[in-house]
């Protein structure tokens, strides 16, 4: 049983970092194997550890040694993770700031285990009620208060232990009632991993939050000569964080890291008042790590002129099935949407039987060793692989949530071919393996993907395929699909390309029906270059590095053929309004 | 003391300066103009618009058994528009019966417009510009709705205008100092700890905590009307609560709070730690006190729980703007003139009371959010209904605001209780309090009656979808025995009961007044109100179970021992 608490809106940001990572049947020995720390150490004496640590250390240690609780049993694990963070929220528009904040978080998460391994107080539904937090809370101090820290720990600990021991009470005894055998009944087990002693360092530089906010405001200070843009906001969050993990089989994580994001939209609206929005996305580790002041700049600057062009372009209003080339960022899109969403490659956390049956996707976990995708396409994770291209991939993590180290590289799919699923250290399949990648919000991400395809090519010839296909299908042209904004695919950009001499009509506003991995059997071919994209998604952020183009076939795209009936603006914009 | 004096200065004096010093206000003047000017040319041009901001700065530092566990400061501004469309006799606002379309129903402001913390001139127009767009939008769509039901049905209803005409006032406060200048955060840090650390010495608590809220508020108002208000506020609420663990799982809290406009006239360290004491003593025989079980029969209210029962089961009954809603109960819509309590009561809302006794009260303010100056209402005049507590939205015969219209940042207003008064002519000592209390008992053969010592709040309904109750929760509660046996401490115990009957069973009221501070929540936000009340004996009273915790005791003892010497 698992207790997270302390967790804000702010603290939510954090959980951008998929923490955890692990493997079932890979044995503790070969993940051992892989491990790469950039600086291992086993301190001797508690004294080589800080307060936050040290109050860690103890109280788990006082818990595994004499927490019980009248005739139900004892836990067999635990582990306390508390992250310290220090982080920066701003937001300006028209070189105004809106919001400035900066400001110290803690939070923790207290995960007491009942049973064993392969069967424990996690491993079934069968509890009508359950919530260790509902009655009252003592948090976690903001100060480095050994006690404080103790008691905040102590309380979690107390509530979820007891919770935990009536829930594997009443697992065993639905097991009981079945008559049937662990191996026949569905159900969750938690696998063992190896024991790591990881302290990586870094010294964090205080924030510079004046210099922040000017950032923020030179940036959105672009906007102010816009008339023509409705709304404009630019959002920058900074946060230096270190994770402490430590649980009773041995394993100690002390794992400093940095997240910066800086998100900009804007908003214009058509003569008749119809909202269209953009935005651009950059993400770092450090504020340092964005890209040059004069490089996001140029983006805003790219952002408007791609805005004033939407205006005046007319709306999508075929309805079209074929091959579409996807470019740059719609690459990224529909990879993180089709692959890595809720029934993407991660193994299911389904323990459903025939009378409990609830539909939850398409899961994938029986179909190791099949072809899901299309052949030639390779999927692998990098989770440490910090920088590509000079780029940073801000989704990398050395360690996730559990305190497993994931291997630097791990193949998911192989010309096609499932390999191996994400897991955490829960598994409900003998296909599930163990390779961390568990994050704080009790969910698996990938952290750092690369996407290939065995017959790569130039944009340019897939362009040309995208003509011939389209051709041989009888289609009066081809379509290209370059941005996906915010993932919506109810409002696509969409480029015609002509049959003819190739070239493009930008239209907006078409619906394009979301790709699945089953879709993606049906690649016609990438681009050989590269493209990094970050996508934040549920609180965590997904580095992908992808082909910058890639034609797929078989694709839906519906034109809107309604008209709009909203309101006129009657008020000119005061932005270019003469005093 | 200088602190103080300079901060009363700042809050009351008048200022009636129509050349504003406020740089905002002159923005939002400037946009409120053009944007009245430029919609009279559309097809329904809106014949009111008015922009509130609330520019709100925030410390919060809290501590649990000695640990500092919060330390936050925080500062936004909040615009809220109002667009209005028809006029003041008809208006988007207007209800339309039985569809609860209308004042209550068209929805909340808009509650994404943030403004610039600096007076970017471009910027904050931009953000009014935006608002007001929406705001009238949906002011259009509402009003066509009105139009149609109010044309081709009739909804019914007697002829009340929609929106008061009111005379426009210019009220413009300097500015006060910054809020790092009125509170010394660090030091306030250490007093959270060091109070919250006696709590450490009962091993039983479950929780103890200590938190101290300090915020600034600077108030921009500005109509069409010509009405322009710059108002401050500053608010220091003190928070002390612990729980601890009854023997049959029940967790217990008790709550203790305090208020002043400054950090500085809270009470000292030494009072709060005495209050803490105080607090764990309560809780010690809390704790082996026995459950009480459902009554009905006499009771005590003293003079904080009286406070908490009048504001639920009748502040929330004479706000106006309820009793124009036909999906409201109108508890007192027909009985203005009428006895609706004992002739010796009454009852009076007060937002420009500042302080009673030496305590300075939370509900005060010079203009409401409507930018109607705060007025002193006598609601119930020795037993008979008078007045409500009214808005800009008119009830017959109550045409003009009074100055309650209220609402927390982002949120419209509807009309709310302030500081809430009530007073008996004839005041009885505790000591014949106590003896009409026994006497009632006897004559309905009970063993005991009920007194109530203290509170943590209370909630009510009044609309037609749920009966019409209210719900006060105890946290001190007594028996009070006929044969002369000492009181005896009860446990969970809720007063609850329906607000008419109950209004004719209060009886008598005590000499001295004590008062509540809270935040009351209802449709239109949070807003701090006070409640100043004396003991009341009501003949009868019903009690209910409250909710009970099965919780079991810490298995391990509580890391850090029992003396704030060694927290550290």
Redesign the interface.
Known sequence: MINILNLSNLYRFLFTIPLALFSLNTSAQELGTDLALEENKTPDTLSDYNVIEKAMVD?LK??ME????EDYERPFFISYSVNDIDGVSI?S?????????H??VRNKAVRVLVGGYDFNDESLDVAYYNDPSS?????????D????????L??ST?AV??SAAKLFKENKQYLKEKNIGLKELPHRRFAKAPVINLEIKNKFADPDVQQLESLAKELSGQF?GESEI??SMVTLNTFNSTNYFINSEGTRVKYPYSITSLQIYAEIKTEDGESIIDQIAHFGFTPESLPETEVIKNDVKALIKRLKTLKNTKVYKDSYMGPVLFVDEAVGTIFATSLFGYDGLMASNDISTRDNYQYNGQFLDDKIGNKILARGLKVETMPKLRYYNNLPLPGSFEVDAEGVVPRDTMTLVADGNLVALLNSRTSTSENHVLNGHSNANQAIGPGVVKISFEKSSSVKNLKQELIKSAKELGLPYGLMVKRIPYGNYMGVNVYKVSLEDGSEELLRLAQMKPLTIKSLRRILGGSSNNYVFNNQSGGSITSYIVPDALLVDEVEIEGSSAPYLG?K???????G?KE | MKQRFIFLLLMFSFINNAISQEVLLDIMGEELEREMQSLQKAEFPPYFIDYRVDDVSDITVSASFGSLTQSHNDRSRVLTTNVKVGDYTLDNTHEVAATGYGYNGNGFANINAILPLDDNALAVKQTLWRATTTEYENAIEAYKIVKNNTQVEGDGKKEVDDFSREVPVVHIEPSMPAISELIDQEKWEQKVKNVSAYFLNNPHLSTGSVSLSFSKEKKYYINTEGTKIVQNMTYAHMNISASILAEDGDILPLYKSYFAFLPSDLPNEDSLISDVKLMVEKLIKLREAPLAEPYSGPAILDARSAGVFFHEIFGHRIEGHRLKSEMDGQTFLSKVDAQVLDKSLTVISDPSLTQYGNRDLIGTYKYDDEGVEGQKVVVVENGILRNFLMSRSPLEKFIRSNGHGRASAGLNVVSRQSNLIIESNKPLSATNLRKKLIKECKKQGKEYGYLFSDVIGGFTNTDRFSANVFNVMPTEVYRVYVDGRPDQLVRGVDLIGTPLTMFAEIKAAGEQKEIFTGICGAESGNVPVSAIAPALYVRRIETQKKMKQNAKPSLLSRPGGSSPSITK
């Open positions: 109280e006082r818990s004499e927490l019980t609780y937001t528009s028209l070189g105004a700031i809106l919001y400035s904040n400001f110290p009655l009252s809370e003592i948090q976690i101090p903001i100060e208060d050994y006690y404080g820290i103790r008691r905040s102590w309380f107390d232990y007891k102010s409705h709304h309101n603006i009657l008020v000119e914009n005061p932005v309004v």
